[in-house]
């Protein structure tokens, strides 16, 4: 059986669940139909013109990106239109376009474990941790004998999921009672006349997100007109070291100073014009590192909070980096957007091959800056 469009969007929203998107994103399929076949998937940071044209011209069916093409609104789509044309390179190609954005931010594995691991670090705890919709825990009283049938058709839809184990459930045997009234259409029992058996609560978990479907499949299943039950949503308990959410934190295996974690930061990374600059003291210590792909200066004062000795992150800005250091925070290292992301696309490729299909990464630099200089190095005439 052929792969889709839509088996390749199930991976990747599998691995990077679209309820993980900051409120103001915007993933997911941009264009393509997911019913088309899929032999070949391309991966890029960015889909410029030229990542467009790569994808059609390597004859892919479908293009993986990071960086949404409509993230803000547009009016028109129409070919003489900057990403009207993009759009209509894609189409005519029979390219469909997919965006992972702040979902693969925040999931585990994501942007930021990969740019983690390159400059040298264990990912640990997020920055910024981002909660999925949260877990339930459940009390269902069951007759002894209805016990298997009834939980069988909940953990189907996922209930009683932790981590690597399933079907996971706790059982108290116990005494149900009840009196039926006039309208009541009692399995057990008679109208008027209080009732008492054996009965099984059976305690589990499972994502809020299901609430809904286990209610349906537990009344469908029930042998009982009105089944007892309870749901009550759980604090946040997973540990924070696993949370998914926004950036990383973790050691280096040694310490070392800052110009020379400078030089290993830019040795890992995709090389750039920009290339990778620091502020701070370079010869000061450091060994606890956070990372924050992309834009991370609305993260300083977090990281600040962290103990963390230096900051990767891109983008910076000279007054909140200068505000940052005067109030004794920690040392920053500045990199290219697109370096700090590019990583990624190895990552995502990784997860679509497991489908059997081919995969291939555009080289294509999308970093708007193409030039660096500094002063030549020459005498100043004398006075």
């Not at 960015?46 to 293009?63: G, I, N, P």
């Not at 965006?99 to 990912?123: M, Q």
């Not at 039926?180 to 008492?196: F, L, Q």
Request: aromatic share 6%; net charge negative; with cysteine.
């Amino acid at each position: 059986m052929s792969v889709t469009v839509a088996d390749v969007v199930a991976a990747l929203e599998a691995a990077y669940p679209p309820q993980l998107a900051e409120s103001w994103d915007k993933v997911g399929l941009i264009c393509g139909d997911p019913d088309d076949g899929v032999s070949r998937v391309a991966f890029a940071l960015d889909c410029t013109l030229e990542v467009a044209q790569a994808a059609v011209e390597s004859q892919a069916q479908m293009l993986v990106v990071h960086h949404p093409l409509l993230l803000r609104g547009v009016s028109s789509v129409a070919v003489d239109t900057p990403k009207g044309k993009v759009i209509h390179t894609l189409l005519k190609g029979g390219v469909a376009l997919f965006a992972a954005h702040t979902n693969a931010d925040s999931a585990r594995p994501g942007v930021s474990d990969k740019l983690a691991e390159l400059v040298g670090i264990t990912p640990g705890r997020p920055i910024k941790p981002v909660h999925l919709d949260g877990i339930d825990k459940w009390g269902v009283h069951i007759p002894p004998a209805d016990v298997e049938r009834v939980m069988a058709a909940l953990f189907e839809l996922g209930a009683g999921e932790i981590g690597n184990y399933r079907e996971c459930a706790f059982a108290i045997d116990g005494t149900g009672r009840f009196t039926p009234v006039e309208g009541a259409d009692p399995t057990e029992g008679a109208i008027g006349k209080h009732y008492s058996d054996s009965e099984t609560r059976v305690e589990f978990v499972a994502p809020t997100t299901l609430r809904r479907k286990l209610i349906d499949a537990l009344r469908n299943a029930h042998p009982y007109e009105e089944p007892a039950f309870d749901v009550v949503q759980m604090a946040e308990t997973r540990e924070l070291s696993k949370a998914t959410g926004l950036g990383r934190v973790g050691e280096l295996p040694e310490p070392m100073t800052l110009a020379a974690f400078t030089q290993q930061v830019a040795d890992a990374l995709p090389e750039t014009a920009w290339g990778v600059r620091a502020a701070g003291d370079p010869e000061r210590i450091v060994q606890k590192v956070a990372v924050s792909s992309g834009s991370g200066d609305g993260f300083l004062e977090d990281v600040a909070k962290l103990g963390v000795d230096v900051y990767v992150t891109s983008d910076l800005r000279h007054h909140p980096v200068d505000e940052h250091l005067r109030a004794g925070g920690p040392a920053v290292i500045d990199t290219a957007h697109w370096a700090s992301e590019f990583p990624w696309t190895e990552q995502a490729a990784g997860i679509v091959a497991e489908l059997g299909v081919e995969t291939e990464i555009i080289p294509i630099r999308t970093d708007p800056w193409t030039v660096s200089a500094h002063p030549s190095k020459t005498e100043h005439p004398k006075h």
